[in-house]
C-alpha cells in the first residue's frame, strides 16, 4: 500500500483497492512556477505530471485569468515557453485554458490530424476537448467558485488556495451541467508509479458528482477528469473525448 492510501482513512478512499493499467492517453494541465523574472506558467501536453510536452500558443482557443474579485482577464500568450503572470491583486486567482478541439483519424496512412472530412476511409476518427484550470497564489477569493461552461468541468467545493498538507478537498464534477458518475485520478510531483499504477489516487463520484480525497503530500497536485460520447455527425467523425484538469500547489 502506498503513501497515500496508507495516510488515508477508509472511509475517504473509494475505489483504490483494485490494480489499474496506466492510463496513457494525452491530456492538457498547467503548471504554475516562480522565476527570477517573476511567477509565470507553462501550458503541458502528455500524460507525466509535472513536466512533459507544451502546447503552442496556435492550439490554445482562450486563456483567462479570473481575479480574486470575478473579475475575468483575458491574455495573450506569445511564444515563450514560461509565460509571465499578468499583475496580480492580493489573493488567489484561477487561471483557465481551453485547448482547440482537435480530430485524430486513423488511416491507411497512419495517424493523421484530421476528420473524415478529409478521410473519408479512415478506420477510426475521435476529437478530443480538452480544459484545464490552475490556482494561482492564496489568499481570500472567489475566483475558485467560478463555472466556466466547460462540457466536463471540475468544481472545488471548498478553496484550493486553503488547503494545508491534510486537508480534505471535495470537487463536483460536471458533464454538461449535470453531476458526472465516474472515475477522478489525482496524483502530485514526484509520485512514482506503482506498477502499473500511475496516479497516487483514483476516486469514484457519489450520486451528485462529488470526489472527497485527502492531498497528503505537499507540493505540486493535478486533479483528472475524462469522459468520451458519441460524436453528434457520425459521417465526420467517431467519438469525442472530454479531459478536465485542476492543478493548484499544496504548502
Known amino acids: 500500500m502506498h503513501l497515500l492510501r496508507a ?18 492517453a494525452h491530456y492538457p494541465w498547467i503548471t504554475v512556477t516562480e522565476a527570477d523574472t517573476g511567477p509565470g506558467f507553462r501550458v503541458h501536453f502528455g500524460h507525466r505530471f509535472p513536466g512533459e510536452g507544451l502546447l503552442t500558443p496556435h492550439q490554445l482557443q482562450a486563456v483567462r485569468m479570473i481575479e480574486p474579485d470575478g473579475q475575468v482577464q ?3 500568450l506569445d511564444d515563450r515557453e514560461l509565460h509571465p503572470m499578468p499583475p496580480l491583486a492580493e489573493g488567489a486567482h484561477l487561471l483557465v485554458v481551453e485547448q482547440n478541439p482537435s480530430f485524430w483519424s ?9 476528420s473524415r472530412e478529409q478521410y473519408p476511409d479512415a478506420f477510426s476518427c475521435s476529437q478530443s476537448v480538452n480544459v484545464m484550470k490552475a490556482i494561482v497564489g492564496r489568499g481570500a477569493s472567489a475566483a475558485w467558485r467560478q463555472e466556466q461552461g466547460h462540457p466536463l468541468e471540475l468544481m472545488p467545493l471548498n478553496d484550493p488556495a486553503a488547503l494545508r498538507t491534510g486537508d480534505p478537498l471535495e470537487v463536483r464534477v460536471l458533464l454538461h451541467g449535470k453531476p458526472w458518475a465516474g472515475e477522478v485520478r489525482a496524483t502530485y510531483a514526484g509520485f512514482e508509479a506503482q506498477g502499473e499504477e500511475a496516479y497516487a489516487l483514483r476516486v469514484a463520484t457519489n450520486a451528485e458528482g462529488v470526489v472527497r480525497f485527502v492531498p497528503a ?25 472530454y479531459h478536465s484538469t485542476l492543478t493548484f500547489v499544496v504548502p
Request: hydrophobic share 45%.
Open 7 to 24: 495516510a488515508l482513512p477508509a472511509f475517504l478512499v473509494l475505489a483504490l483497492g483494485a490494480p489499474y493499467a496506466p492510463a496513457l
Open 74 to 76: 483575458e491574455l495573450v
Open 217 to 241: 503530500v505537499a507540493g505540486q497536485w493535478l486533479v483528472l477528469a475524462q469522459e468520451g460520447e458519441a460524436f453528434p455527425d457520425p459521417t465526420l467523425c467517431d467519438r469525442r473525448s
Open 106 to 114: 486513423r488511416t491507411h496512412e497512419g495517424g493523421r490530424r484530421a
